[in-house]
């Protein structure tokens, strides 16, 4: 009993860490204090994937700390200036995908096959007409960003069967790697265009995780 308290309020404490750092790297964003952004980015993973394994009386799926952990360093990869160390953090979101897609799929996001049919059918168009629209400015990343979005779209795929909080996160997972590759692309900026990358995939990491937490403590 007093473990399960202790652990209770160590992950209500990582959860506590992740939102203050996020509100900091969020407002390092828009004051443009780059020493607060680069020391922030890499921390907000780890401590929301130390608040799942605390979170509640179940132990969080498997698979879920090796998806925030290669996001983690999916994020650190994407600070450093250099063509490479960006194909490899989109490397590393990939492997954080494939966990999530297949920590979703065990969970049973994809048991009522006419719905994941419909919801595929709704993304893969999606997915078709964004690409369309990208391709032409994408150069030499447009086989990489191909690839790497029909990972993503299968995130929010299997994602939207673990309901709306699961259907939302990723939603907005896809919505913020998209205004990411408008930048690859050359499109022209929203004002503050980093704070919506980042304020769309932070929360959408974070309903992520606690569906999937959701669903294990359900099962």
Wanted: hydrophobic share 50%.
């Amino acid at each position: 009993m007093l473990n399960s308290i202790t652990a209770a309020r160590r992950g209500r404490g990582l959860l506590t860490a992740f939102t203050a750092t996020a509100a900091a790297h969020l407002g390092s964003l828009l004051t443009e204090r780059k020493a607060v952004e680069q020391v922030t980015k890499p921390a907000l993973m780890p401590l929301l994937a130390g608040h799942a394994r605390t979170a509640g009386e179940h132990p969080a799926p498997r698979l879920l700390t090796p998806a925030l952990i290669a996001s983690a360093a999916g994020d650190a990869l994407l600070q450093v200036d250099d063509e490479r160390a960006f194909l490899a953090g989109m490397g590393s979101f990939a492997a954080a995908h494939v966990c999530y897609v297949t920590m979703f799929a065990k969970q049973g996001a994809l048991t009522d096959r006419r719905r994941a049919a419909l919801v595929a059918a709704g993304y893969a168009l999606a997915w078709a007409v964004m690409i369309h629209q990208l391709w032409p400015g994408l150069g030499e990343l447009k086989v990489p960003v191909a690839g790497y979005s029909l990972l993503l779209a299968s995130t929010a795929v299997t994602s939207a069967g673990l309901g709306r909080r699961g259907g939302l996160g990723g939603a907005l997972f896809l919505l913020s790697d998209t205004l990411i590759a408008t930048r690859l692309a050359g499109w022209k900026q929203l004002p503050g265009h980093e704070f919506w990358i980042m304020s769309t995939y932070l929360l959408a990491q974070y309903l992520l995780a606690t569906a999937a937490l959701k669903a294990a403590a359900e099962d």
